[in-house]
């Protein structure tokens, strides 16, 4: 499995703005569908957004407009970009690897907090 390490979270006002980003092991990251998915208190994990290999990318109805995923496979690193966040957005953000763009794969990061408040 490729190792994955979140950063980036933290504490935004309403209509702020954060990118997280996600450090991936190996050489095997280009082949990966990468995917950021959150779980809020309460809640179950859902898929925020993905990014396959050749670029395509699929986004929660939740966050479309707002969120842009994107990666850098020279840096073996995928990016949320995350603006206008709403109090909603406030979760535990897990970066992903796998091979769908629709569910996640195997491998997880260890979860960035991620708190919209005021």
């Known amino acids: 499995q490729v190792q994955l390490v979140e950063s980036g979270g933290g504490l935004v006002q309403p209509g702020g703005s954060l990118r997280l980003s996600c450090a991936a092991s190996?050489?095997?990251?280009?082949?990966?569908?990468m995917g950021w998915y959150r779980r809020a208190p309460g809640k179950q994990r859902e898929l925020v957004a993905t990014?396959?290999?050749?670029?395509?990318?699929n986004y929660a109805d939740s966050v479309k407009g707002r969120f842009t995923i994107s990666r850098d496979n020279a840096k073996n690193t995928v990016y949320l970009q995350m603006n206008s966040l709403k109090p909603e957005d406030t979760a535990v953000y897990y970066c992903?690897?796998?091979?769908?763009?629709?569910?996640?794969?195997?491998?997880w990061g260890q979860g960035t907090q991620v708190t919209v408040s005021s």
């Open positions: 992903n690897a796998g091979a769908s763009s629709w569910a996640p794969g195997a491998s």
């Open positions: 190996g050489t095997a990251f280009r082949f990966y569908v």
């Open positions: 990014i396959a290999p050749g670029d395509s990318t």
